[in-house]
């Protein structure tokens, strides 16, 4: 079914220009309806476990699949603080570039694998795990492969472009009896946990407007920006990017599903930048509870990663909120603000020790397919809703 979207030779240009020689996947089609979990998926994850570090010989074997910015300076890195994982095999469409970094990190070079012969991982014990890091138009693609292939799956987010490639990738995975995991960062860094831990135990008081605003400057000189600017391969424009922050703060925070969406979007006229895909979302959620999340995205302010919980007690702000390494957290109360201090962990590593962790004790992981696949799903409402100027009905 890819087969018409792989001939479009202006595919093959624009990924030359981003640095990969593989291609990408779209599928089109309805939105579908949105699922009502009978659990609330965005909820604080189990604490990371204090066991030490296992021995390499026991360690899950993970295959970073593309070698962007990404993946080479914030995922890669972060093994040396795994404790149930290790690196042990790469995909890329750039044969040096791969041979550079097994290098760095002790690969063997048999381990290197490229687009055309990925499914030949099914032959590698050593690989356990595939982290597909690739343009949003690809997730579905390499992820259903990998788990075809044999190999726990996780991907990074938004889990894909429409409704019907992440059902696909969640009925691969199970058809295999592999685990898929959503890699929302957040949900496994400590500050974000603390939010939602001092926000669910009524240290607030009662709950009643949060705020999230995620943005940042689309930079057409930056290759890793590229791709973001092409609609079938980034599915939306900021919403997709960095507009999912502010959605699932509003979910993991509340601990609870909207009911109902309103939304506009805005993108500068004459901006080639925003020919295909949006700069400017704003977008309001209305829960059972009666809370209200106010949230924005966009690639047209100054960077931006901000959580705002106002309770009738109190008032919390966490700002960075999802930055790579640093965050703050505040608590104002009765006109005084106070810094919490936690201490700061590798969300990176978290997450990728959350999956090898599962699949060891054979447990759901805390962000499954299912999480993915209603971020898109009310992703899609949220541009409904923009698109027809009225209220939606989840």
């Given at each position: 079914?890819f ?13 030359h220009k ?14 579908g ?38 993946a ?5 890195p ?82 894909a ?28 860094e ?56 502010s959605?699932q ?6 601990g ?6 309103t ?16 700069e ?102 949220i ?12």
């Open positions: 079914m087969d018409s979207f792989r001939k479009e030779l202006s595919r093959r240009h624009l990924l981003a640095g990969f020689s593989f291609m990408a996947v779209g599928v089109t089609g309805a939105i309806y949105i699922i009502k979990p009978s659990r609330t998926l965005a909820q604080a994850a189990p604490a990371p476990s204090k066991e030490p570090s296992l021995p390499p010989e026991k360690k899950l074997g993970w295959a970073v699949v593309g070698l962007g910015k990404f080479t300076e914030q995922i890669m972060s093994f040396a603080e795994c404790k149930r994982s290790k690196l042990v095999a790469l995909v890329s469409g750039d044969r040096s570039k791969a041979e550079k970094y097994a290098r760095q990190y002790g690969i063997n070079s048999k381990n290197i694998y490229n687009y055309q012969n990925y499914d030949n991982l099914r032959n590698n014990p050593e690989v356990d795990v595939v982290y597909i890091i690739l343009p949003n138009g690809m997730h579905a693609e390499y992820s259903i492969r990998g788990a075809k292939a044999g190999k726990h799956v996780m991907c990074e987010k938004p889990m472009n429409t409704v019907e490639e992440c059902q696909a990738m969640i009925d691969a995975a199970k058809k295999a009896n592999r685990k898929l995991m959503i890699a929302y960062r957040a949900q496994y400590p500050y974000n946990l603390a939010a939602i831990q001092l926000t669910q135990s009524g240290k607030l008081g009662k709950l009643k407007v949060v705020t999230s605003d995620h943005g940042r400057i689309l930079d057409p000189k930056d290759p890793a920006d590229v791709w973001r600017m092409d609609k079938k391969l980034a599915g939306g424009g900021s919403l997709y990017d960095i507009g999912i922050y959605l703060a509003a979910r993991y925070i509340t609870e599903e909207p009911t109902e969406i939304a506009f979007t805005y993108s500068t006229p004459g901006d080639p930048r925003f020919r295909q895909v949006e400017n979302v704003n977008f309001t959620l209305r829960f059972p509870s009666g809370v209200l999340a106010n949230c924005t995205s966009s690639y047209g302010y100054s960077t931006t990663k901000r959580i705002q919980v106002f309770g009738s007690e109190a008032v919390l702000e966490l700002d960075p909120a999802t930055d790579y390494y640093q965050h703050r957290l505040y608590i104002n109360r009765n006109n005084r603000r106070e810094e919490q201090n936690i201490e700061e962990k590798n969300q990176f590593a978290l997450e990728i020790d959350h999956l090898s962790e599962s699949i060891m004790t054979n447990k759901q992981p805390k962000t499954p397919g299912e999480e993915g696949l209603q971020d898109v799903k009310l992703m899609n409402l541009y409904q809703a923009a698109r027809t100027g009225e209220k939606v009905k989840v």
